[in-house]
């Protein structure tokens, strides 16, 4: 299958055209990137035949797996029956529609919310930029326009245009570019291990956490907040698991003060949490939800927002053209191939399987990754998973940031056929939904070889 690629030639290209995303150009031409070249199931394979499972699921994405032919199908037909149209003036196409209405229909009414609409775009990031617009355009027709100030929280990753990476709170980001935007202020993240306090139980740092909010609102001027923004679970900044007591409290805050709820569920919806939505998951209610990433397993762009319906009623019956929009808004292909995937996770019942007893296969087997010398805090949350490295488990001593414990261990991953990602110190996981308690025995004894092996490195170097 790999005959026809010439490793050495592709790497050559690649260092002289390809600027990669989230890249060190310099150090990757030293190195020569991992040409990918084929997929099937949860494997990966290179062009030099190494099969590696993809833990990962692409970024976050590939939630059905590869190699569906069904969501191929769905593609081909719509590419010969209508490939493009836009939707800007006063046209709409047929895929577009029906998977609004899908989505409409999947999203589960929460009290005086519910989703009736959808907004498309072709990206997490572009969907975060929308709720921006849409968010300060709602209290402009209002009559507040005052309020602009949109809080998020450090070490969030809500993608990397503009807006978004000023959404996200990841420093190094804000450092390139002037970022953040105006009017876009953090809070602490709901990290018990790092920021929980001696003696403080996980729901007593929950609410403490939460408290933060509020905190922020009253310092900028609550008739000045417009939106909090977060994820369900923090993916990026490390598969961070809020405690159960951070988002009623959360939900609890934005009533008070009446600002609107953002959940970008980029990576926690399509069954990544064991629900269609991850706001299921903790119980709460937002205005707007993020989608991207598996809402087609990522086997083509498309991104939206799911307005729920105090805020597109405003938006509807005040009137006056929305002056944002993307001449992919509604790809009919990108829609098409969404409703394939939404079908397919139906009839496998995807979220259900996360939900039930796989969910808890994988919880369980995981969580024996806490008797391993290296590791603490491995938790599981449906298929996203975390743990930390741990240097001295007993004294509870953490590895140096020079030590670059997580990138041995993603080295180690990777030597072994295993796709992990590390965030510093902690190494995370979210595979496919489709795995089986044997694929989920496998990627075990793939993570417990890897952990070996960094274990072994760390001890020769004398760090571990
Ligand atoms: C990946 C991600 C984004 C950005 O999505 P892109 O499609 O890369 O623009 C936004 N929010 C969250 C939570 C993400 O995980």
């Known amino acids: 299958m790999n005959a026809s690629i010439d490793t050495a030639h592709i790497q050559a290209l690649d260092s002289a055209h390809f600027l990669h995303p989230f890249t060190d150009f310099k ?3 030293g190195r020569g990137a991992r040409v990918i070249s084929h997929a099937d199931g949860i494997y990966v394979w290179d062009s030099e035949g190494h099969r590696i499972l993809d833990g990962m699921s692409g970024l976050w994405c590939v939630n059905a797996g590869y190699g569906r032919r069904e969501l191929a199908d769905a593609a081909h037909q719509q590419m010969m029956t209508l490939p493009y149209y836009n939707s800007f003036f006063q046209t709409t196409n047929v895929p577009a529609v029906q998977l609004a209405a899908k989505l409409a229909s999947l999203a589960p009414d929460v009290g005086d919310r519910s989703f009736q609409h959808v907004f498309y775009s072709s990206s997490g990031s572009e969907s975060n930029d929308s709720n921006v617009r849409m968010v300060r355009r709602y209290w402009d027709l209002l009559g507040q326009p005052q309020r602009k100030v949109i809080i998020s929280r450090l070490n969030a990753y809500h993608g990397s245009t503009m807006a ?6 990841m420093s190094g980001m804000h450092a390139q570019g002037d970022l953040p935007i105006p009017n876009i202020t953090h809070i602490g993240q709901p990290y018990f291990f790092e920021n ?3 003696g403080e139980s996980a729901e007593e740092f929950g609410v403490r956490a939460a408290g933060w909010l509020e905190e922020k609102i009253l310092s900028v001027g609550p008739d000045k907040v417009a939106a909090f923004i977060a994820e369900p679970v923090q993916g990026a900044g490390g598969v961070i698991i809020p405690p159960d007591s951070y988002w009623p409290e959360i939900q609890r805050i934005v ?4 600002i609107l709820l953002i959940s970008d ?4 919806a399509f069954g990544r949490l064991g629900h269609w939505f991850g706001y299921e998951k903790f119980g709460y209610k937002p205005d707007l939800v993020t989608f991207a990433k ?3 397993s990522g086997y083509i762009p498309l991104g939206g927002v799911m307005v729920g319906n105090r805020v597109a009623k405003v938006l509807i019956e005040q009137g006056g053209e929305f002056n944002h929009g993307y001449t992919y808004s509604g790809h009919p292909v990108a829609c098409a191939v969404g409703l394939a995937n939404v079908a397919l996770m139906e009839r496998e019942q995807l979220p259900q399987r996360v939900h039930g007893d796989i969910g808890a296969y994988f919880a369980q087997r995981f969580a024996e990754l806490n008797e391993h010398p290296l590791v603490t805090a491995a938790e599981t949350c449906g298929f996203v998973a975390g743990m930390v490295l741990i240097k001295d488990k007993r ?3 953490r590895f140096a940031e020079q030590d670059a414990v997580g990138m041995v261990c993603r080295a180690h991953c990777f030597g072994s056929g295993l796709v992990m990602r590390a965030v510093g110190d902690r190494m995370i996981i979210a595979p496919p939904l489709t795995m089986s308690r044997a694929d989920i025995d496998e990627m075990m ?6 952990l070996d092996l960094t274990h072994a490195e760390l001890r020769a170097k004398g760090l571990a």
């Open 395 to 397: 004294a509870g001593t």
């Open 164 to 169: 978004g990476a000023s959404l996200g709170g």
């Open 294 to 296: 598996a809402i087609t």
């Open 265 to 268: 569920e980029v990576i926690c």
């Open 445 to 450: 004894r793939l993570i417990y070889l890897a």
């Open 27 to 29: 150090d990757l031409q």
């Open 196 to 198: 929980g306090l001696p």
């Open 255 to 258: 009533d008070k003060y009446g």
